[in-house]
């Protein structure tokens, strides 16, 4: 009979002999409803195979059972760790995710606008793009509720927030370094996209500076070098840091793509890593362990699974006071420090 077409929720009343109306209070564990007649529609739905219509029950709930994504640049293995994370956990709730990509401000301006609509999705997820004064305003305006993550900018504290400390891993990275030995460290960060405002390159600096600064090692202009986010960038930097009549003797690199492009002007100037050179990175991506590369761990998959259960959360206690979740970050050592010759 149902070779060839899913069971519906008639097909379930029909066969535990109720109403229509029973077989919805029993899926949508009605408390109204007595143990035997609970059992003899959970039994029909076991016969059957039934398998609700996550879709079509969250419409007759007036809800869409989604759940949007603002992400920037989401190939990036940081991005997309994070979003393993949203994926499994929404799966897991019985939401879709939709992922919309940022790579020019102008979507960002437009999605901020359009994506948190009632009639698209039941909440929305943004990742490391700290709004402004007008998109806080019409977020508050929303009956969607919004989640940042990896946002640390006081404006969004009016909602549900992930946050990592990238004050205390920059600071940690260069520590770590400073506990080695090693006294000449440079930095190399990523110059953030015009208008995207991204805040972690900043803080990892600021916390660069303040161990440099605990640790009375001045700060050497020299020894901080900027450049847009990639290894070949990077690799440019390094190169050029290296080439110095007094290079330093380590390098703590803002991310580990960066981190890879040390690495490779290292090689490229005959310098033995960790021998003549210490590199630390930032993020510990999939391909640190396998390099071999000292970095700062965060907890990217967490993120992004925390960041879904703030926002389950906020769609069933709209009147919540807002939540900030900071989660801690950790040094990895592994082969590519050492103490300086």
Do not use: W
């Amino acid at each position: 009979m149902f070779a060839h077409m899913r069971p519906t929720i008639k097909d379930i009343a029909e066969r535990a002999g109720v109403g229509l109306g029973t077989v919805s209070r029993v899926l949508n564990d009605h408390p109204r409803v007595s143990e035997t007649t609970r059992a003899k529609v959970m039994g029909a739905v076991r016969d059957l195979d039934y398998v609700p219509n996550l879709a079509a029950r969250g419409l007759s709930m007036g809800k869409t059972q989604s759940i949007a994504v603002i992400a920037p640049f989401f190939t990036r293995s940081v991005f997309v760790e994070r979003l393993h994370g949203i994926e499994e956990t929404t799966s897991a709730n019985g939401y879709d995710v939709v992922i919309y990509n940022v790579d020019a401000v102008e979507k960002r301006d437009r999605y901020f606008r359009t994506v948190p609509d009632p009639r698209r999705v039941d909440g929305v997820i943004v990742i490391s793009l700290p709004p402004t004064p007008p998109d806080v305003a019409r977020f508050q305006r929303s009956t969607v509720p919004v989640v940042f993550v990896d946002v640390g900018n006081p404006i969004c504290e009016p909602f549900d927030r992930i946050v990592i400390n990238d004050v205390a891993g920059g600071r940690k990275a260069t520590r770590h370094l400073i506990d080695l030995g090693h006294r000449r460290i440079g930095y190399i960060g990523d110059i953030p996209q015009p208008g995207f405002n991204f805040t972690a390159g900043e803080d990892r600096f600021e916390g660069y500076r303040r161990a440099l600064i605990e640790a009375s090692i001045g700060i050497r202009p020299e020894y901080h070098l900027d450049g847009r986010f990639g290894r070949e960038v990077a690799r440019e930097l390094a190169t050029r840091m290296l080439s110095l009549s007094e290079p330093p003797t380590a390098i703590f690199a803002s991310n580990d793509t960066q981190a890879l492009g040390v690495l490779e002007a290292a090689r490229d100037l005959g310098l033995d890593v960790p021998g003549d050179l210490s590199v630390v990175g930032y993020d510990d991506i999939e391909m640190s362990d396998y390099l071999g590369l000292t970095t700062v761990r965060q907890l990217l998959f967490e993120s992004g699974r925390r960041s879904v259960e703030a926002l389950l959360r906020r769609i069933e206690e709209p009147e919540k006071g807002p939540s900030c979740d900071t989660l801690p970050v950790e040094l990895i050592v592994r082969r590519t420090t050492a103490p300086p010759r």
